[in-house]
């Protein structure tokens, strides 16, 4: 605390001169302008390649530098929003060499700025490792959020959907995860403003929805609205954020006002989905075949369809495939109206404004989501000293979901029910009521026991299940000089979100009958509101150059939410708009949670160059934060990093090639405070009791608390290299260490504590990995119009390791759905987080000879028999057990990739962006039933496929109870497949119109494309998508696919048009 | 420039305006309670009290109702009977407990959820035990609710120690992440806790609380626990030689305290007599969801129509051969077991069918229990009837096992015996038995008269042998009766004997690995667990 005050008193600065002496000398003067107005530019900073001259051009566009070597010399010239040149030039001595320089405006990508915390940075002069995203991707495709832009597009970026519902969760990753039990989802600053993305703690509560996958709660920001995106990831680039830079930072900047005359534009898509995949499942003969086989192959066994019953339901014609029933061909359309421009005084206001709307439809029927939203960004300079400027946005995005994720049972959604549902039951029955496999099935013989699953379509067509986010964000803030070169800038903050989720079940569904309707009302709102203060002096004397911020500020986020639930209803009309027409016993069920957080920072970056070839960078950040325990508020935060541009270097010159080659080295430490508020605090739960028929309200002790409680810690170390080519091939690559300290772990205590578990800090993991990035013109014909073929690649590689889990060799992970009782996840020391947990097998057994040669018993000290999955006696103790459980798989990928190529010719462009992840595993859980019990359907592979007594060879194990016998509820690695694939994500044609057109609709350009999302996937995965982090966005359950809402393949064709 | 000068001037006083100070990061507790705005006043206490009451009608995550006294120690009490089986397959981890299945093993998960559950309460009313004294209110009160809290504390771990052996001593609420692993105590340490707490309570609890406290723990429910105490740990080998002599006095001052049988059996179970003479101590159930009963979905009959919510799921139902054991005038056999289910005007029979268990539709595969069972119940967990844990039939039964332990079968152990007979109308028990084949007569007596009610398996303990002969023989009349079994039946006719090892339930794994001094239980070896003897 001391330290964190005397901080608040921090001078700054350093300042050293330098000088230096030159013989034979000559004069460049030029003028610099734009290629396409060929109006002067101001602040183009032109450099003298290999020395440390420089100067920046004027308001009329004119530069002077004085005391250049005489000979050849290059000159570079840079300017935000335009093209880099080089240009050679020859001095002579005593002389002056005049030139005139056109600048080629460009789009962002490519201007050579990066945003990095708290301002913006020449990309060369960049220590750190960050990756932007193009916004050539932000404008040829059609992205409903803006997390799909960061997929398969930045190396070390590891996008994974948590959910293809429209709206629903993506857990991002940035060089792998560095948490266990906290948040690992990056830190995103919109426009300035920090927003902590943690998708389960800023979802509305469940209210009884068990499982539910949580919204994306980026979900209300229009893409479109996007200028440039920026992935901080090294611990020089984030340890600005400090306490919340381990995960990795998106900066997203929107759009500002530019140019001069207002400019138009129109964008419009739509689009149509379809289910990319399904499951091939057995038909109603299939069906009863195979529910016969399972019966004679019980214990006591029975027919439960025999011949008469067969003949009876097949001639009945009921055949029903119920992925049809609940999948549909669904519709997406956008669209967007924007103007930008500035008043050109002297004093100019810039605009930005923009309304765009989004309208998609689910794949599964009664799924969809709409998004309406505004913005306007406007920034007004008084004279040359002041500005201020805000923006504002609001949004609001609806949508309609479907229960699908979770469990199997009786919270099992619409696809996993889908897939548990038997074809021999019809939709609905003859008295219009749905079917319900339980007791239908049982109709036919209740040994068939079941399963009390929903019928799926019931939840797709009946469950009205809505959520709303809306949002609005409001950015202001006011810059200016206080002496020359020394900025100061204040803003101020608000981002209000307003969420909530009403559910009713009706009478036509299972849940909506047992209670006579089930209404859920859930709401959330988050005000959050921030001040930052920052002081920046930028400078250069002579060969170095300063910049130099110093920041203070404050952050506090509160959260008020509330649930209420009630049931028996007297009619379904009103549905959850009326909550208190239910006349649940004893009223509603309600509750209500508020909690309020604040962060207090002090922040200091150098940024020091040299020779404008030795480059470093210091930066230090302090946080005070109210989740830390009494004890532990404060942690400070600090990072250094080097740079060395060695193709400025007299003695490169000679490498034309080279037009660019640095090597970067950064060290620091950033933090992880993902504990939840009030988490360091013992709290007590209340429960009553009733004494004489009185009900009493009681206190009980609930999580014991821990005054020691704090961030996470991660040292990351990051050593990296780019390399330009022929000023058309770049490259990077990085390779970095993470080491987190101090993880938040959720510990079990032991049962005798009388608690479940309590949060401590104990246990480090560590993450290493590299990453390539190649971006590159393959092919580039001269001229406006001419061939080209730019390719922009991408690979990581990210490896997991727990080294310590402060004292138990492993933990189990939470449970993969309740309908298990055993963890199907571990974390385990020397291992990557979240390995998979369950019974190793080694194939069926053929026959009986293959049975007798086994030297072990199986689970309860039963022999193996022929068709059984054969389970491996790991620890040889001769019987299987519970202690045969082992790690079975890894979830994470060994590497990801990604590839955008784009060939543009004249006005026709083809862009594609294949992405892939391999060596990942997923447990398809969805598979887990058709091991038990004839109760639900099976895939045909499973059926056709099978041991029998004739089909010795099947790779199945045989039909009949609990074929692997390792006991209830365990799972052996049969049901885990090799999530490796490779995906055509995207794939657009665009055609400009040409000007004959374009003059008749005055239109100054327009573009017309046609983009197929998802059109190939190659994988071997058997479920819908083996991109999948099932029901949870955590760190530990990835790879789980539980009824998980199937991916969908889009064709959209789109037309923006320009004014 | 003077502009420019204001503007400074207004960013310089909003800088000022959001200067460091301490207060910023401090977290103010608003929508829960912590222990540091809680245990400062009589409300207080009494309010962590009723919350150790509350762990016997709900739980806290992960546990849920089901997973203690709301199903899952009924299971693992009464399920390893001859009393009472399951409609569900052999396999099922319900059946298991009762077939003695081969595959039941330290990970079943009844044993897990009940043993932490018991730990979960025990908590409780240590943080009473602790925190209470220190409170300023009525010092009268206040020692009440201490000793109301160790009563508490006493029945779990009288249902631990009867369950497992002996077990962990928590004595003391849990305040920090970090402490030694807890090893089990013996069996005779673990009894003499209880024996200690309930000693203590009975010396301070008043003989009948106000009518409005209805339902808290008396001197006759620490006196009869107690009593109980020392008869489970003289007869497992657990006390010492004057245990069953002390179960006899301490039965005895509780025969003082005025209790007496009630004429009516039924009612003692079914809700309409919950402040009986009989009733001792039972758990307080109401119609409110969390805090009544949680018993009729398992007991009803599967898919009964007229059963609220996800319908009944009949897991337990009665054993054959033992419900035609009754004998023809016994009044406890309609008192314990449903053949009609009558409710809301509708009738559903049931009939046995091609042998044991016959299944129909939507009907019951045998009768299913009675006792506890609220048809008109609004929701899972708001069952209106109160559980009777401690009853002056128990007390009688007790009385003339320990009598007969310390003197033989004397007239007043007869005595005792048949005036439970004589309640339920069935003519006295068969006079001059010897001490051993009293004491078996005792424990079939004890089988009829609280079947159902959670004494099954604590008294299998007392007499192994014994209870092992009345399964095995159970199983051979199920083998004789059957042409077209239920599975689980099929499990019973194994001819394996039943092994020593389920003297006792193994400690669950799940235990173990959270407690590395944990010694498993003989026969029950897991790879996980220290081994047995350790």
Known sequence: MKMAKSLCLLALLLVAGAGA?????????????????????????????????????????????????????????????????????????????????????????????????????????????????????????????????????SPGVQVTTASSAPGGAVSIRVRGTSSITGNA??????????????????????????????????????????????????????????????????????????????????????????????????????????????????????????????????????????????????????????????????????????????????????????????????????????????????????????????????????????????????????????????????????????????????????????????????????????????????????????????????????????????????????????????????????????????????????????????????????????????????????SSRRSTQTLESYLARLNYSLLDRYLLTLTYRADGSSRFASDKKWGSFPSAAVGWRLSDEPFMRRFTAINELKLRASLGVVGNPSIRPYQSLARLNDQGYSFNGTPFSGYYPVAVGNPFL??????????????????????TADYYTKRTTDLLLEIDLPFESGFESALANRGSVENRGIELGLDTDVIRRRGKGGFRWHANMNFARNRNEVLSLGGPESIFAELITTDFNLPGTIIQVGKPIGQFFGFKSAGVIRDSAAAAAVTYKNFGGNAFKPGDMLVVDVNGDGLITLTDRTDIGDPTPDFTYGLTNTFSWRKLELTGLLQGSSGGKVLNVNRIRTESSPRVNISRARFTDRWTPANPGGTYPRIGENPNQVGTNNFTDNLLEDGSYLRLRSLTLSLGLPSSLLNRTGAAKARFYVTGTNLFTSTDYTGYDPDVSGQSVGNTNRGIDIGAYPLARTITTGLNFTY | MKNHLRIFALLAALLSATACNDEFLTEVPSDFVSPENFYRNQGDALSALTSAYATFVDLQSPLGNADYVGRNLWMLVDYPTEVATSRLSAGNERSMIGTYHPQFSSSHRYLETVYQAAYSGINRANAVIDRVPAIDMNPVRRDQIVAEAKFLRSMHYYWLAGLFGGVPLKLASTQAIDGEPLPRATAKETWAQIQKDLTDAAAI???????????????????????????????????????????????????????????????????????????????????????????????????SPVIYQAGAQNQFQAERPFYDSYHAADVRKAGTWMTVLNYAGRTIPWAWTSGIQGATQYGSTGPVPRKYVDLGAPANGAEAPDYAMLRYGDVLLSLAEAINATSGPTSEAYALVN??????????????????TFRDSVFLERRYELAMEM????????????????????????????????????????????????????????ACELNSALAQNPGWDDGICKPAGT
């Not at chain 1, 080629?104 to 960050?130: F, K, M, N, S, W």
């Open chain 2, 455 to 510: 004494h099954g398996v604590f008294d299998n303990r007392r007499n192994f042998t014994w209870a092992r002969s009345r399964v095995e023989a159970n199983m051979a009349q199920i083998a004789a009766l059957n042409r077209t079994p239920f599975t689980s039946s099929v499990e019973k006719l194994d001819t394996r004997p039943i092994n020593d090892k389920w003297k006792l339930y193994p400690i669950p794994v799940h």
């Open chain 1, 21 to 153: 002496a030159q013989a034979q000398t000559g004069r460049i003067t030029g003028t610099v302008v734009d290629s396409q107005t060929t109006r002067p530019l101001i602040g183009t900073r032109v450099t003298v390649v290999g020395t440390t001259l420089a100067g920046q051009s004027d308001s009329d566009g004119r530069f002077a530098i004085g005391n250049v070597p005489a000979g050849a010399q290059q000159l570079r010239f840079q300017r935000i929003g335009f093209a880099p040149a080089l240009r050679s030039v020859t001095v002579g001595a005593d002389l002056t060499a005049t030139l005139t320089v056109e600048l080629r405006a460009q789009a962002v990508e490519l201007t050579p700025v990066v945003a990095v915390g708290y301002g913006t940075q020449l990309r060369r002069d960049v220590t750190g490792a960050i990756s932007t995203v193009s916004t050539e991707a932000l404008e040829n495709a059609p992205i409903s959020t803006i997390d799909q832009l960061l997929q398969g597009t």
């Open chain 1, 710 to 731: 704090t961030w996470e810690s991660t040292r990351q170390f990051d050593g990296g290299i780019d390399l330009g080519l022929w000023e058309r091939i770049n490259f």
């Open chain 2, 205 to 303: 609890l008043p003989n009948s609380w106000p009518a409005g406290d209805f339902g808290r723990a008396t001197k006759g429910a620490a006196l009869t626990l107690l009593a109980k105490a020392y008869l489970q740990s003289a007869a497992t080998g657990a006390g010492d030689a004057g245990d069953y002599q002390r179960a006899v006095t301490t039965f005895k001052t509780v025969q003082t305290l005025g209790y007496t049988l009630d004429a009516n059996y039924a009612s003692i179970f079914d809700g309409s007599n919950e402040k009986s003479p009989e009733i001792i101590w039972s758990i307080q159930n109401v119609r409110i969801v969390g805090s009544g009963g949680y018993l009729s979905q398992w007991f009803a009959p599967i898919t």
């Open chain 1, 185 to 590: 989802e990056p830190l995103y600053v919109i426009d300035g403003f920090p927003i902590e993305n943690d998708i389960e703690g800023s979802s509305v509560g469940n209210g009884g929805r068990d499982r539910t996958t949580p919204s994306n709660p980026l979900v209300t920001l229009n893409p479109s609205d996007i200028e440039s995106i920026s992935i901080l990831k090294d611990a020089s680039a984030t340890a600005i954020y400090g306490a919340r830079g381990a995960n990795g930072v998106v900066i997203i900047s929107t759009k500002q006002g530019r140019g001069t005359k207002p400019q138009f534009s129109f964008d419009s898509y739509i689009g149509v989905q379809n289910i990319a995949k399904t499951y091939d499942l057995l038909n109603s003969a299939e069906y009863i075949d195979y529910a016969n086989e399972f019966a004679q192959n019980s214990s006591v066994p029975y027919t439960p369809f025999p011949d008469a019953v067969k003949a009876q339901i097949l001639a009945s014609g009921v055949d029903t495939d119920w992925q049809d029933e609940i999948f549909r061909s669904a519709g997406v359309r956008n669209a967007q109206i924007s103007v930008r421009g500035a008043t050109s005084t002297g004093s100019p206001t810039k605009y930005s404004l923009s309304f765009g709307r989004f309208d998609q439809e689910g794949i599964v029927v009664g799924s969809g989501l709409r998004r309406t939203s505004g913005r306007v960004n406007l920034d007004q300079s008084f004279g040359d000293r002041i500005q201020i400027g805000a923006s504002v946005s609001a949004s609001q995005a609806r949508s309609k979901s479907v229960p699908t994720a979770g469990q199997q049972n009786a919270n099992a959604g619409a696809v996993s029910g889908a897939l548990q549902y038997v074809p021999i039951l019809p939709v609905l029955r003859p008295d219009g009521t749905y079917s319900y496999l339980n007791t239908d099935l049982n109709f036919y013989d209740t040994r068939l026991d079941g399963a009390p699953t929903p019928n799926p379509v019931s939840l797709a067509r009946e469950v009205s299940d809505s959520l709303s986010d809306t949002r609005i964000f409001g950015n202001l803030f006011a810059q200016g000089d206080v002496i020359r070169d020394l900025k100061l800038r204040v803003g101020l903050g608000v981002d209000y979100a307003d969420r909530w989720r009403n559910t009713y079940f009706p009478r036509t569904t299972l849940r909506g009958s047992l209670t006579n309707g089930a209404a859920i009302r859930a709401t959330g709102v988050t005000s959050s509101w921030v001040n930052e203060n920052t002081l920046n002096y930028n400078r250069a004397f002579g060969s170095q150059s300063f910049d130099v911020l110093a920041g203070y500020t404050r952050q506090r986020t509160d959260v008020d939410g509330g649930t209420a639930t009630n049931t028996q209803f007297v009619s379904d009309i009103t549905g959850y708009f009326d909550i208190g027409a239910g006349t649940q016993e004893g009223g509603p069920t309600v």
């Open chain 2, 419 to 436: 005036q439970v007979r004589a309640r339920a109308r069935i003519p006295d028990l068969t006079p001059g038995l010897g001490t051993a």
